[in-house]
């Protein structure tokens, strides 16, 4: 069964950073792309940054400039390098996959997971 956990939350300042991880493990073929995402009480969950199928990342506007994406295929693990936090970055973020994994004897199936969730909170 194929798990995302991620790592790397918690309570930094404004003007911090922090890098939050996200490791995929179970049983699969390939994973297709990656990102992460992020959500506050009563709105809807946001891009922050996604891979695309031509091998580059899509960020969100709001976090163009500040954030890194990167993924480490030996580990199957992406990061988000997150720089000059502000108070309005303060989320649960939420690690996305895009993968490939089998299904059958002999099939396999295209599926969509997504991680417990990190929360961030950036305040003085």
């Known amino acids: 069964q194929v798990q995302l956990v991620e790592s790397g939350g918690g309570l930094v300042q404004p003007g911090g950073s922090l890098r939050l991880s996200c490791a995929v493990s179970?049983?699969?073929?390939?994973?297709?792309?990656m990102g992460w995402y992020r959500q506050v009480p009563g709105r809807e969950r946001e891009l922050v940054a996604t891979?695309?199928?031509?091998?580059?990342?899509n960020y969100g506007d709001s976090v163009k400039g500040r954030f890194t994406f990167s993924r480490d295929n030996a580990k199957n693990t992406v990061y988000l390098q997150m720089n000059s936090l502000k108070s309005e970055d303060t989320a649960v973020y939420y690690c996305?996959?895009?993968?490939?994994?089998?299904?059958?004897?002999?099939?396999?199936?295209?599926?969509?997971?997504w991680g417990q969730g990190t929360q961030v909170n950036v305040s003085s």
């Open positions: 891979e695309t199928s031509g091998g580059s990342t």
């Open positions: 996305n996959a895009d993968m490939v994994i089998y299904c059958g004897s002999s099939s396999t199936c295209r599926r969509h997971y």
């Open positions: 179970g049983r699969f073929s390939r994973i297709n792309a």
